[in-house]
């Protein structure tokens, strides 16, 4: 039963890294391609822009993992308390909506939303006595309006495998808690979050091994003259450097960078999730 | 007997046949493009009429289009992988990624084919010859891409002014648009004098030879060769940009404008002034400004190239190389029928397919033979070439835009950029993104022009200084 997945796993997801020798040499259309070593990587390393692009990859990815992951847990602890099953239809249906949105369509919103001579953002500040901010010509707000859409994009969907750990929970504990006088803080402190520790584990390693992605469709989106110095990532850089202009072993040797600094990420958070959670991916 | 003499003659004439077959078979070409597709009905009725007249001429060729993702970015990726793959079409359309493939040696020298075609020949403009003498695998037969500015002539009228010729004399324009209620709304102040998007490229079309800039590489004092972007002209330039957007007579939102973001700015009467990217856009515009306000009838005015302290004219066309055009494969075991093709396309017969669309629809023909455009005309577009030397049988641009046409035709003069090496591609991304970043943070008012030098120091120091010492190499003395 097994095999047509491990075929497709197989087909897509590990024949193709045999092409990734592609970083080590000089592409030919007309075969054969000429081994290079490392002289792709020493182009890369040697841009002048690659360490500021690879600083905003790390700044915003962290600010993503700081600021964006916790969200759908905290999400999915409130949903499940909230009693009124009705209610807690409305709201998911509500909250699960932006996900199936384009980027393309979010980037029109938040530029509407914070034009800073229209939008209501602005509007709202000005009326409360603040001056306007272009939030997206911002240096300081740009990587903010990142975190934030990213937020209201996603929480509601990645909130559901937390729901559907936490409806996975021996309902027996609830009732021992309640037996012992737990109030409800108690019962979501001392049963709730540990019932869910080896799924956010699971999602916390996953999410490591994608550190260095910080959403190519949702920066190339926002970015624009001003801020690109700020959200300029590798992978805006390598679609930029590699596929617009033709570079492709340039673009396959950023893209093996990032899948090793992802590999080591992976492979540390699980050793480190093991040891203080007895949990890991494996 | 009988048997055997009518399987040898059967075997005679199926030999026979087969011999001569080639003389008279159909070649198939394959042709990509993101304007030529099996899924847009006019696309193949395009394709289908170039074929009949192909074959009428004596060229029985199947033109194959072949369908790639809509959208120029997913067109290019698209394009970059198929031909990575190896998958090489007879005919090739770039936007981008050209240079690559060129260096590969899967690009056709074209000049060879122009040098003895004929029709293309006649057909190149100017600044085609140039580019095809720098780079010789691109041909794209169209007047050079220059921005020119145009508002509501009732507006200009309303205004009493005449149209600006200097530089104090459009900051002037702006500055009664803005202050004028134009748009009726009740509040005057509240219409932005021009607006734009994305970066300053449009507004650079005409105010670049004001200002002084004549061209990528300017001499500085000493006689060195330095990047036009970090001279004192081009910071008088950012300063009058800058100015605009302070007073409110310049879109500081430009950034992030799109261009239909821009073009909404200008219907809806929240800007005067937009830059229209060529002749036909201009007419679209005309045409959706009618749209947007039924029964008023809007003509535009073409606003002319101001002149300023440093001079008069549309900025310096660059001629390194076309940015976009037809390629030909030098793989391709056609290449005879594959340059018909294109030749064709530059013949009058094949520039009043392409430029006319289709009779009856796009056009009618009179008993006279005189030729009356349809409204449907507004809905075709060419999708090869613009011959600079095919004349419409009538008038196919309105006044305004062939007025922008004639000073495009008028008012040519060569850049000296050049095409870069690989090796400086890093620098000339990196050195790009500074510039792109510093200019809008001065005309947002991020920035102060007071900053100035530690622009100049960051472009220089992100690959500036390193490609003008390349420039000092090409250009020499």
């Known amino acids: 039963m097994m095999a047509p997945g491990l075929l497709f796993f197989f087909i897509w997801h590990y024949v193709p890294i045999w092409e990734a020798k592609m970083a080590f040499e000089q592409v030919r259309i007309i075969p054969p391609n000429i081994w290079v070593g490392l002289k792709n990587f020493q182009q890369l390393f040697s841009s002048p822009i690659f360490y500021q692009v690879l600083a905003n990859t790390l700044i915003i990815s962290g600010m ?167 959200i300029d990532i590798l992978d805006t850089y390598v679609y930029r450097m590699g596929l617009s202009t033709g570079e492709y072993a340039l673009a396959t040797a950023a893209g093996l960078f990032k899948a090793v600094i992802g590999m080591i990420l992976v492979v540390t958070s699980h050793l480190v999730s093991k040891r203080l959670t007895g949990k890991g991916v494996w | 007997m009988t048997l ?85 079409p007879d005919i090739i359309y770039f936007q981008g990624g050209d240079q690559k493939m060129a260096e590969q040696g899967i690009l056709e020298d074209l000049n060879p084919w122009i040098e003895k075609s004929e029709h293309i020949k006649a057909a190149l403009w100017p600044h085609n010859v140039e580019r095809l003498a720098n780079y010789p695998y691109l041909l794209y037969v169209y007047p ?30 702006f500055q009664a648009i803005h202050d004028a209620d134009l748009d009726g709304d009740g509040t005057p102040g509240n219409t932005l004098g021009l607006t734009g998007f994305g970066n300053t490229t449009e507004l650079d079309s005409v105010f670049n030879q004001a200002f002084g800039i004549t061209g990528t590489w300017m001499k500085n004092a000493d006689g060195a060769w330095v990047n036009a972007r970090v001279t004192d002209a081009e910071k008088a330039k950012i300063e009058f940009y800058a100015r605009l957007a302070e007073k409110g007579l310049y879109d500081r939102e430009y950034v992030t404008n799109t261009f239909d973001v ?3 700015k200008f219907y809806t009467g929240k800007a005067g002034v937009i830059f229209g990217s060529s002749p036909e856009v201009i007419d679209i515009y005309a045409g959706k400004m009618r749209q947007a306000h039924p029964g008023e009838n809007i003509e535009l005015a073409l606003l002319p190239v101001p ?13 390194s190389k076309e940015a976009r055009g037809w390629a030909m494969s030098s793989l391709s075991e056609h290449k005879e029928e594959a340059f018909a093709v294109l030749d064709f396309m530059a013949s009058k017969e094949g520039q009043d397919i392409d430029r006319m669309g289709f009779a009856d629809v796009h056009h009618t023909v009179g008993a006279d033979g005189a030729v009356t455009f349809t409204d ?102």
Do not use: C
């Open chain 1, 64 to 230: 993503k993992i700081l600021f964006v992951f916790p969200v759908p847990i905290m999400v999915a602890l409130l949903l499940n308390e909230v009693r009124n099953g009705k209610l807690r239809g409305v709201i998911q249906s509500a909250i699960y909506l932006p996900h199936f949105l384009s980027w393309v369509v979010i980037a029109g919103v938040f530029i509407a939303l914070l034009s800073p001579t229209d939008g209501a953002v602005n509007q709202v500040q000005q009326a409360m006595g603040f001056g306007t901010t272009n939030y997206l010509t911002n240096t300081g707000t740009i990587r903010w309006v990142l975190v934030i859409s990213e937020i209201w994009r996603s929480a509601g969907w990645d909130s559901l495998l937390y729901l559907a750990a936490i409806f996975a929970i021996d309902p027996a504990l609830y009732e021992a808690a309640e037996m012992d006088g737990a109030s409800r803080w108690q019962k979501i402190w001392h049963v709730t979050i540990p019932g869910i520790i080896p799924t956010i584990a699971t999602l916390f390693i996953l999410n490591m091994g994608m550190f260095l992605s910080a959403d190519l469709n949702q920066v190339i989106n926002f970015q624009n003259d001003v801020n690109a110095s700020a």
């Open chain 2, 4 to 88: 055997k003499k009518l399987l040898l003659a059967t075997t005679a004439i199926a030999t026979l046949g087969a011999l001569a077959a080639p003389a008279f078979a159909q070649t198939t070409i394959r042709l990509v493009s993101k304007d030529l597709l099996t899924t847009n009905p006019d696309d193949v009725k395009e394709i289908e009429a170039i074929e009949a007249a192909l074959k009428a001429q004596g060229h029985d060729i199947d033109i194959q289009t072949i369908d790639l993702p809509g959208g120029t970015s997913a067109y290019v990726d698209a394009l970059g992988v198929m031909l990575l793959s190896g998958d090489i």
């Open chain 2, 262 to 264: 821009k073009e909404d």
């Open chain 2, 144 to 173: 050079p891409r220059a921005p020119q500015p145009v508002m509501r002539q009732d507006w200009l009228d309303q205004l009493g002014l005449a149209a600006p010729t200097t530089v104090e004399e459009y900051e002037a324009l």
């Open chain 2, 376 to 477: 449907q005309i507004s809905t075709w577009y060419a999708r090869f070439f613009n011959a600079a030397n095919w004349t419409p049988p009538t008038a196919l641009l309105s006044p305004t835009a062939q007025s922008a046409l004639d000073t495009i035709k008028a008012d040519f003069t060569a850049d000296n950029a050049f095409v870069w090496p690989a090796d400086y591609a890093a620098d000339v991304d990196a050195a790009e993104q500074v510039y792109r970043s510093w200019v809008a943070r001065f005309i947002t008012g991020e920035a102060s022009l007071d900053q100035w030098d530690t622009f100049v120091s960051e472009y220089n120091a992100a690959g500036g200084q390193r490609m003008a010492e390349y420039a000092a190499t090409v250009l020499g003395d």
């Open chain 2, 307 to 319: 002149s300023g302290p440093g001079g008069q004219g549309l900025a310096a066309v660059d001629v």
